[in-house]
């Protein structure tokens, strides 16, 4: 469903393919879509831009969805600072743009305000409400603001050359030391 950023998708068939993308219809996802699309119109077609997403909780799944914009292709970086917002940038400058719910603006829709501050459980959401509210309020609720990312955050550093671990025999970025992480106690799993 990638758009280009003149496109404009609607509602429905966004509900759908969010669906089918994260497992359900998500608010954070749909919010993201209209947050996705209000970003998306500050680039002209063929610009190379990127994304920097301040939350890895169901936005990362909207900016996969309607861009090219991947964890994959390094593309969208997820720098979990706890906030609800996005930024697309030029990936040469670091220009762009941050887009953001303003709490202001969501208080005046209940549901979504419940489900925005947190002030309901999932289960006591009434979810057909809540997505209703996203849908009438789209990008109502929605805040911009330029914004120049810093050059350590979207230069590509290559990981250089590559070297064989001596614990566990795998390949790793030689400049991390004389053995992979994972073999130098980083591992995330049990021995």
Known sequence: MKKEPSSLFSFEEYLKEAEAFHGFAAPGLLVGGFMVRKAMKHFPPGVLYEVLCETSKCLPDAIQLLTPCTIGNGRLRIISLGRFALSFFNKDTGSGVRVFPNPAKVESWPELNAWYMKLKTKHEQDLNLLIA??????????????????????????????????????????????SCLACRGESPYVA
Do not use: F
């Open 133 to 178: 509210q996203i849908k009438q309020a789209g990008e109502e609720i929605l805040e911009q603001q330029s914004v120049r990312v810093k050059p350590e955050v979207y230069r590509k550093i290559s990981r250089g050359p590559m070297a064989l671990c001596p614990v566990c025999g795998e390949t790793y970025p030689a400049a991390t030391g004389s």
